[in-house]
Each structure stands twice: as structure tokens, then as C-alpha cells.
């Protein structure tokens, strides 16, 4: 990761703070984000893991609004077969995939 990247990084966690109080997990997201790669620099599995937390992220906000469409409910809950993680259980994945 460039150090312009990584400013650019930091400045969206911040700017998630600065937004709203409920941005703050997007900032942890983008924080590890930055940290990761240096701890474990292996780049595609970074690039994964970034993919995912956006996926999980954008997943929550579409939960949160309301507003999932059926075939992402299908995949969130294996076509009815599990109850759909909450916002606060992917809050708790997020975390786990950042640990």
C-alpha cells in the first residue's frame, strides 16, 4: 500500500467519524484496512478481505434502510433456511474478519 493510499484511507475514517456516530464501524473497516496489509501483507488476501468488509458493510446499511432485494435476502438467509445476521451480529463479523 502507497503512503498516499494509506492517507487517503485515513482520511475517509475520519471523515466517517466527523459524519455520523454510526460510521464509526466504517471507520474501524477502513482503519484495519491500512493495518492489515502491514501486519499481513500478503495482497490479494488483503484485497479479499477488503471486498468482504464492504459486502458485509454494504449489507448492513441495506438492512438498516429496509431495503434488501429478494435475491440478496436469499443469499443472506440460504433461501429461508438461517435468519439473516442482524446489523449488530455483522458488526461482530466485521470485527472478527479485522482481528
Known sequence: MQ???IIDC???ALDALQHD???ISVAVDLIACVINPLVNPGH???REC???LAGLRLL?????NNNLPADIDDIA???????ALDTDEIDCLCARINA
Open 3 to 5: 503512503t498516499n493510499e
Open 10 to 12: 485515513l482520511q475517509q
Open 21 to 23: 456516530k454510526q460510521d
Open 44 to 46: 490479494e488476501e488483503v
Open 50 to 52: 477488503a471486498a468482504i
Open 60 to 64: 448492513q446499511r441495506t438492512i438498516q
Open 77 to 83: 438467509t440460504n433461501c429461508g433456511a438461517v435468519v
